[in-house]
């Protein structure tokens, strides 16, 4: 069964940065796209970032625009979500998903999600 694992989250003031990190438990999974998604407060999920399966096409919410970096390291099987000039709105649980061709931007099924990484932006 595979897991998607993230790591990285924490507490930080705004303008610091984090990265998060994000890989799979039990078997590889390099040849799918891979999107960062996060979850605030009694809010719904929303896309973060998007990455194609090599790597080539990206893709930002307006909100993490300039701010945000979405890569992957196929040889490791990670992808990686650089976090900039972070701001209190930042603050949420990030998730990854990986699907085997695009990824999406809503919330159409994709078959692996981890369980989230929490990050906390303090004013």
């Known amino acids: 069964q595979v897991e998607l694992v993230e790591s990285g989250g924490g507490s930080v003031q705004a303008g610091g940065s984090l990265r998060l990190s994000c890989a799979p438990s039990?078997?590889?999974?390099?040849?799918?796209?891979k999107a960062w998604f996060r979850r605030a407060p009694g809010n719904e999920r929303e896309f973060v970032a998007g990455?194609?399966?090599?790597?080539?096409?990206?893709l930002y919410a307006d909100s993490v625009k300039g701010r945000f970096t979405i890569s992957r390291d196929n040889a490791n099987d990670t992808v990686y979500l650089q976090m900039n000039s972070l701001k209190p709105e930042d603050t949420a649980v990030y998730l990854c998903?990986?699907?085997?061709?695009?990824?999406?931007?809503?919330?159409?099924?994709?078959?692996?999600w981890g369980k989230g990484t929490l990050v906390t932006v303090s004013s």
């Open positions: 990455i194609r399966r090599n790597g080539a096409g990206t």
């Open positions: 998903n990986a699907n085997i061709f695009q990824y999406y931007t809503d919330s159409r099924p994709v078959p692996y």
């Open positions: 039990g078997r590889p999974l390099y040849g799918f796209s």
